[in-house]
């Protein structure tokens, strides 16, 4: 009975999902659907193509298929941007049907499986039966068709997205490793950088589980075999994407999502196994005995450009293809970017056996695009008793990937975490700054540029949940009939030789904040000005929360303040108590502080003058639709010149 039960789940439904054979196969399908657009037209892999798909994503454009890149292979980008495209990306007609499946799935584990790793150790027994663990085969794959034993990376379009990015970056390779004592094998995506025709940096970092194969491969001292898919069914780059626990396989998820077992074939040059449905494969190995390479830097995810750093050398030994191959891309910058939607397919598939296994309080979660995945987490649960939302926080701070987040927020009742400003409103309500704020050290992402150590640095939980008669209650309530007249004298404590700029929308809408701006460049000291202009006046009790960001800065524009404010700032750090009722967090640039800053402060991402003069000279022809401005032109104010060439991104 429990078996029957098991393998329901598995059983094609009226519209069983849809599995593709390559991205001949997805392109296809995207076009039938008017999801796709193909551009015929030359369009330069260094640069150019990077402008055009920052204008289309953000403002909610269609794939794009650019078949004319001066090589063999078209390039396909934006393929995720969307919900729709992204629910068929895994064979779906929406992200909440694979949710739905993925619950049913859980919910049957949980027979007799006591902790998360438990019940997803027990998925591969259970594909098993149903037919859906990846399999090798003895014959060539479709990615074999072409062979090339004296490799050439030039023969490929890969894109420089960035002015200062430090050349040419594949942006959505499948990185296949293989750990020489347990055999167990991963599937990671890490960018890499094009040195020469057959050599690449590999940007595995150290808490990925790529680097740590590369230990292992040390301490034995043997060559370590690599090979990189790229393409094939789009369903693997989101499973190399997915939260997975270490050591188990990435194709067992896809085979899962699919309904439809991954078929592997052996490597020409290595020994590694790659789907055989895979668009293009790099094939080679990386030596734990050579020196380090210097890679970067890149026009990352974060907004800001990752500074460069020395990572392995991966060595091409050979690139194979299939006939009608289509070489896959992404761009990341200045967010939203494509893969704002891969992170919302994540909170809606992986984080529900979270849900589930880990924390079975939690109703929701969400990781806003202006906090980039890691900097912000939104949780939402179901309390039952006091101190639940201090045990969230506890709890998920430490569960895998959400170790990186900076900033975490719990919140309880009926609130709509995807509703900004009732969210704001709510968690002010059931906050008091002096109990609920919980400021720690831990590990960052290493893309973080704010703290003061690499990698590692402050974080802030707040248990925004309502309070219990047993938990202290919240004093510091706002009423919402508490608002500002701009044009009164209640605002005439402003020092205007201080402040540049400020916004008071979010509190005439019930959210006691203000936001600010400032000129931390000319003024070293300007923030302690701004502590000394609330405390003197007065005004917690109408402001708990001053945001300060640079005057660069649109302080109209939330979107932009938010994602500033968490990428600028290490909360441990940057928070200053104006009173036990008001706190200053400082989202300004901290290479401009009195005592200078440890390391390189990165420069906002941006497209340069002459690649956006020459998109606009050529966008009419390229049948794309009406004109779109550059989304670059908001953000120049933002880049800073300085020393450093990464500091000088975007500006003339």
Same mark, same amino acid.
């Given at each position: 009975m429990v078996l029957r039960r098991l393998l329901n789940i598995f059983e094609f439904q009226i519209n069983p999902p849809m599995s593709y054979s390559g991205l001949t196969e997805f392109v296809n399908e995207l076009e039938k659907r008017n999801e796709l657009i193909r551009i015929k037209q030359f369009v330069d892999p260094v640069l150019e193509i990077t402008e055009i798909t920052d204008r289309v994503t953000k403002s909610g454009g269609k794939a794009l298929l650019f078949e004319n890149t001066g090589t063999r292979f078209p390039v396909l980008i934006?393929?995720?941007?969307?919900?729709?495209?992204?629910?068929?990306?895994?064979?779906?007609?929406?992200?909440?049907?694979?949710?739905?499946?993925i619950q049913s799935l859980f919910e049957n584990l949980s027979y007799n499986k006591e902790t998360f790793f438990q019940k997803i150790s027990a998925m591969p027994a259970l594909l098993r039966l149903a037919g859906l663990l990846p399999a090798r085969t003895r014959r060539k794959?479709?990615?074999?068709?072409?062979?090339?034993?004296?490799?050439?990376?030039?023969?490929?379009?890969?894109?420089?997205?960035?002015?200062?990015?430090?050349?040419?970056? %594949?942006?959505l390779p499948l990185v296949h490793t293989r750990h020489p004592g347990t055999g167990n094998t991963n599937v990671g995506m890490y960018r890499m950088q094009v040195l020469?025709?057959?050599?690449?940096?590999?940007?595995?970092?150290?808490?990925?589980?790529?680097?740590?194969? *590369?230990?292992?491969?040390?301490?034995?001292?043997?060559?370590?075999?690599?090979?990189?898919?790229?393409?094939?069914?789009?369903?693997?780059?989101?499973?190399?994407?997915?939260?997975?626990?270490?050591?188990?396989?990435?194709?067992? &998820?896809?085979?899962f999502l699919r309904k439809k077992?991954?078929?592997?074939?052996?490597?020409?040059?290595?020994?590694?196994?790659?789907?055989?449905?895979?668009?293009?494969? &790099?094939?080679?190995?990386?030596?734990?005995?050579?020196?380090?390479?210097?890679?970067?830097?890149?026009?990352?995810?974060?907004?800001?450009?990752? &500074?460069?750093?020395?990572?392995?050398?991966f060595h091409v030994t050979c690139i194979t293809h299939a006939n009608n191959a289509i070489y896959p891309a992404t761009i990341v910058g200045?967010?939203?970017?494509?893969?704002?939607?891969?992170?919302?397919?994540t909170e809606r598939l992986f984080l529900l056996p979270v849900r589930m296994t880990l924390q079975p309080e939690i109703e929701d979660f969400h990781m806003p695009?202006?906090?980039i995945a890691h900097n912000l987490v939104i949780v939402k649960i179901k309390k039952s008793y006091p101190g639940q939302g201090m045990k969230v926080l506890s709890s998920l701070s430490g569960a895998g990937q959400m170790m990186f987040t900076k900033y975490m927020v719990v919140v309880s009742g009926d609130v709509n975490i995807r509703n900004y400003n009732k969210l704001l409103t709510h968690i002010f309500s059931n906050t008091d700054l002096s109990r609920d704020l919980i %400021?720690?050290?831990?590990?960052?992402?290493?893309?973080?540029?704010?703290?003061?150590? *690499?990698? %590692?640095?402050?974080?802030l939980g707040i248990d925004a949940t309502i309070k219990l008669i047993e938990e202290i209650p919240v004093k510091d309530k706002i009423a919402i009939s508490d608002k500002f007249d701009n044009s009164s004298n209640s605002i005439g404590f402003i020092d205007r030789k201080i402040v540049k700029n400020f916004n008071l929308s979010l509190f005439?809408?019930?959210?006691?904040?203000?936001?600010?701006?400032?000129?931390?460049?000319?003024?070293?000291?300007?923030?302690?000005?701004?502590?000394?202009?609330?405390?003197?006046?007065?005004?917690?009790?109408?402001?708990?929360?001053?945001?300060?960001?640079?005057?660069?800065?649109?302080?109209?524009?939330?979107?932009?303040v938010v994602w500033q404010l968490l990428g600028n700032s290490d909360p441990q750090r940057d928070h200053e108590y104006i009173s036990s009722r008001s706190l200053l967090l400082d989202g300004t640039i901290k290479a401009y502080r009195k005592e200078g800053f440890p390391r390189k402060w990165p420069n906002v991402v941006c497209s340069d003058l002459k690649t956006i003069e020459s998109v606009d000279q050529k966008w009419n022809s390229l049948g794309i639709g009406e004109a779109i401005s550059s989304p670059s032109a908001k953000y120049f104010r933002l880049c800073r010149p300085g020393t450093d060439e990464i500091l000088m991104a975007g500006s003339e």
């Open positions: 934006n393929a995720f941007g969307s919900d729709l495209r992204m629910s068929m990306a895994i064979g779906r007609n929406s992200l909440d049907e694979a949710g739905t499946e794959g479709r990615c074999q068709e072409q062979i090339h034993r004296n490799p050439d990376l030039g023969m490929l379009p890969v894109l420089k997205c960035w002015p200062h990015d430090g050349g040419r970056f %594949f942006t020469d025709k057959n050599t690449t940096a590999m940007h595995w970092q150290r808490h990925k589980t790529g680097a740590s194969h *590369f230990e292992a491969w040390k301490t034995a001292g043997e060559r370590m075999p690599v090979s990189v898919a790229l393409g094939g069914d789009p369903v693997y780059t989101y499973a190399a994407t997915a939260p997975l626990p270490e050591n188990i396989n990435e194709y067992i &998820l896809a085979g077992k991954v078929n592997m074939v052996k490597c020409i040059t290595n020994d590694l196994f790659v789907p055989e449905d895979a668009d293009i494969v &790099l094939e080679g190995y990386v030596d734990p005995a050579e020196d380090l390479v210097w890679e970067g830097p890149f026009g990352d995810h974060t907004g800001f450009y990752s &500074l460069a750093d020395w990572y392995p050398k200045v967010p939203p970017q494509e893969d704002a939607w891969i992170a919302k397919a695009d202006a906090g %400021f720690s050290h831990g590990p960052l992402d290493v893309l973080d540029h704010s703290s003061d150590s *690499f990698s %590692f640095g402050g974080k005439n809408e019930g959210a006691p904040l203000i936001i600010l701006s400032v000129n931390r460049s000319d003024d070293e000291g300007v923030i302690d000005k701004v502590s000394s202009m609330f405390r003197t006046n007065d005004k917690e009790s109408f402001f708990r929360l001053i945001v300060v960001v640079d005057h660069t800065v649109d302080v109209n524009n939330l979107y932009m």
